[in-house]
């Protein structure tokens, strides 16, 4: 995967830098059975009411059937084609199953056309193979993990991310997050073996504000411009500087600690992310 700029011949190219498709991307229009309608809401709640600010407009998009359970054990799987996703920043490759059903996968780093995938508990640890954190060998990088059994992957999902198994200990496995966090996963989560593709996402500049408007992100005015009675940060006669970054309602918007101290999970946290 690479990344393309461009010359500056006029203000919206002088700043962009986007991702190439071409020769990574093997098809154009997604598998019609894994797709559906995504609504969009505006920002606004049931009743109409906008309820979240500076969201609007952006370019429709359908939304892909993404099967984050992996639960077609033993079933090998074929890999169709690698397609661009509007929804997400990672890629995907479309499964064709040999008992014939279809599915998407998030596609990870080295996934290639007509390669073979697999799920379950006594396959092979390779990549884009989902097993149980137990089958798989201490040191793997890691990504698509289950925070529950059976719940489907919830972390290490964007692009270019990983996590990292750095051992067992009774019926957990310690696994060091894209985040830094060090915690404990237990043994019958699943996971996929390798590192999700696109890694050059990181690197991409939009260039222009049009691009933010394509991704329904309306234009955001800061709180240092509004009056008192809008904001903590507003007001004062020209331009104020100081005070504390506050958020809308007050809060304090740098390092102020949001965790709860008495939430559930914290006992499987054997070290916080690194800030």
């Given at each position: 995967m690479a990344v393309r700029k461009f010359k500056p011949t006029t203000p919206g190219q002088r700043h962009k830098v986007i991702g190439v498709f071409k020769g990574t991307i093997t098809a154009t229009t997604p598998e019609k059975s894994l797709t559906v309608g995504k609504r969009s809401t505006g920002g606004?709640?049931?009743?109409?009411?906008?309820s979240t600010r500076y969201?609007?407009?952006g370019h429709k998009r359908k939304l892909?059937?993404?099967?984050?359970?992996?639960t077609n054990d033993g079933v090998p799987a074929t890999v169709k084609s690698i397609e661009y996703d509007p929804n997400r920043s990672a890629r995907i490759a479309?499964?064709?199953?040999?008992?014939?059903?279809k599915s998407y996968i998030i596609a990870p780093n080295g996934?290639?056309?007509?390669?073979?995938?697999?799920?379950?508990?006594?396959?092979?640890?390779?990549?884009g193979n989902t097993l149980p954190l137990s089958a798989i060998p201490v040191g793997t990088l890691i990504h698509c993990i289950e925070l529950r059994p059976g719940q489907g992957a919830s972390m290490a999902r964007s692009a270019g991310t990983f996590a990292q198994l750095t051992s067992r200990e009774g019926d957990y496995a310690i696994i060091k997050l894209p985040?830094?966090?060090?915690?404990?996963v237990l043994l019958t989560c699943?996971?996929?073996?390798?590192?999700?593709g696109n890694s050059d996402h990181a690197l991409e500049q939009s260039g222009k504000?049009?691009?933010?408007?394509?991704?329904?992100?309306?234009p955001h005015n800061r709180g240092v411009v509004m009056n008192p009675v809008d904001h903590p940060m507003g007001g004062g006669e020209g331009r104020q500087s100081g005070g504390h970054p506050r958020s809308r309602t007050g809060l304090y918007a740098k390092g102020l600690k949001t965790r709860s101290p008495k939430k559930h999970s914290s006992k499987y946290i054997i070290e916080r992310r690194k800030k």
């Open positions: 606004r709640n049931s009743s109409g009411h906008l969201r609007g407009g892909r059937l993404i099967d984050f359970k992996r479309l499964l064709y199953y040999q008992d014939g059903s996934l290639e056309v007509g390669q073979i995938v697999m799920s379950g508990a006594d396959v092979a640890p390779e990549v985040s830094g966090e060090t915690r404990k699943r996971a996929t073996v390798g590192v999700v504000a049009g691009r933010s408007r394509w991704l329904g992100r309306r």
